[in-house]
């Protein structure tokens, strides 16, 4: 019997659900958890290491290419997946993620410009967003919006993904926080996958998961031992969030444990997952603007420097910004099931109004935390 073959491998995966995704999660964390060391050991012998400045959230010299072990690791994992569940769009998945990969490695190595960031962007966003599976052909009622033309979806598809992935790249300013707040996105769009049936979406998840909890075996350590995401590792993750978001819009409606979300709601679950990338690039963008500063600039204005200039270390300050960030996935679970899109989009807005203030008054001390 030949086991690699497509049939008899899709076979085994649905006879072994629960197996398969046990050995999909094992094998993407011991894969990153081996492939890390090597990176650094490498980026030591080469004095590859990102420096300190004034803006740097570390004291010594630290590897900061952790998205080769990631893009490594994600590359063997779609192309298994895909295999097993004779699913292609992980061909342009894969495309997409090499693209953002050489973007992402070049700024690490030598500092990229925004436009050529941004046009690695659009190009790799590109291979998702026109694949006939992943067409928003309707907001499901979303302040009455239904059926949409490809003419307004693709553009909209094509911002989201961008929204995306460069909110994901801008929480990547201290240890952990970026690692966490993707692992908190991905475990609840396997769970969303797991009960609609989009085993491809489902198994990608699992292996994000994986990856990011190996890396924060790494990044959360001390010494040599200590790497960081890098913009090769951001971008790609926050490509893959991206991917995952637009499937996310594409399914029918569903009901998970018996709980029926209004489709309606859709985009609206989608910034309470995404909450604390989402919010602290709209407040950093906004502010910037009207400081009369570059919206591109650079500061320590973010809600993790906030937290950290207050005394928390890396690890409570990104520990306490993802329970934020469940918490307010917990309370659209409480009142997104039952009211319109206009109340929850109303729900959302004053939330975000509160949060800003929160910082605000952390960041001028009319707020003190304790730690």
């Known amino acids: 019997m030949n086991i690699f073959n ?20 094992t094998s993407a964390f011991i894969t990153t958890y081996i492939i890390i060391p090597k990176v650094i050991g490498v980026i030591y012998a080469k004095e590859l290491t990102t420096p300190v400045n004034s803006r ?24 298994l997946t895909q295999s097993i569940l004779l699913h292609f769009e992980g061909n342009n998945l894969i495309a997409g993620l090499t693209i953002l990969f050489m973007v992402g490695l070049k700024d690490d190595l030598v500092i990229s410009t925004v436009k050529v960031k941004v046009i690695g962007q659009v190009i790799a966003s590109a291979f998702v967003i026109f694949l006939p599976q992943l067409q928003i052909t309707s907001l499901h009622g979303f302040l009455n919006i239904y059926e949409i ?34 692992i908190i996105i991905f475990t609840i769009y ?30 959360l350590s001390s ?4 790497i960081f995401m890098g913009d090769s590792g951001s971008l790609i993750i926050g490509f893959v969030i991206g991917f995952l978001t637009l499937r996310f819009l594409t399914i029918d409606p569903f009901a998970i ?41 650079a500061d320590r204005n973010h809600a993790h420097h906030i937290l950290i200039d207050l005394g928390l270390s890396h690890a409570k300050a990104s ?18 099931v039952y009211y319109s899109s206009y109340i929850m989009t109303l729900v959302m ?23």
């Not at 740097?56 to 192309?79: D, E, K, Q, R, Y």
């Not at 975000?352 to 929160?358: A, D, E, G, I």
Request: aromatic residues 16%.
């Open 190 to 219: 396997a769970v969303i996958f797991f009960f609609t049936n989009q085993n491809f979406s489902f198994l990608i998840s699992i292996s994000a998961i994986a990856i990011l909890a190996a890396f924060l075996r790494y990044n």
């Open 319 to 336: 520990i306490l910004l993802g329970m934020y960030n469940i918490f307010i996935v917990f309370v659209f679970l409480l009142l997104g």
């Open 223 to 226: 010494g040599t031992n200590k």
């Open 349 to 371: 807005g004053l939330l975000f109004l509160l949060s800003s203030y929160l910082f605000y008054a952390l960041k001028t001390r009319k707020i003190k935390l304790q730690v």
């Open 149 to 182: 033309s490809p003419f307004i979806s693709l553009p909209i598809a094509l911002i989201l993904m961008l929204a995306i992935i460069n909110a994901y790249n801008l929480i990547d300013g201290i240890d952990g926080l970026a690692g966490i707040i993707g």
């Open 257 to 297: 444990l018996n709980i029926q979300f209004k489709a309606e709601n859709r985009l609206i679950f989608i910034v309470s997952i995404l909450f604390i990338p989402v919010f602290d690039t709209t407040r950093i963008v906004i502010s910037r603007i009207l400081n009369g500063q570059n919206p591109f600039a």
């Open 56 to 79: 740097s959230a570390h004291v010594i010299p630290t590897p900061s290419f952790g998205g080769v072990a990631f893009f490594t690791t994600l590359i063997l994992m779609v192309s």
């Open 6 to 25: 497509s049939e008899i491998m899709q076979q085994m995966f649905f006879m072994h659900y629960l197996l398969f995704t046990g050995l999909i999660f």
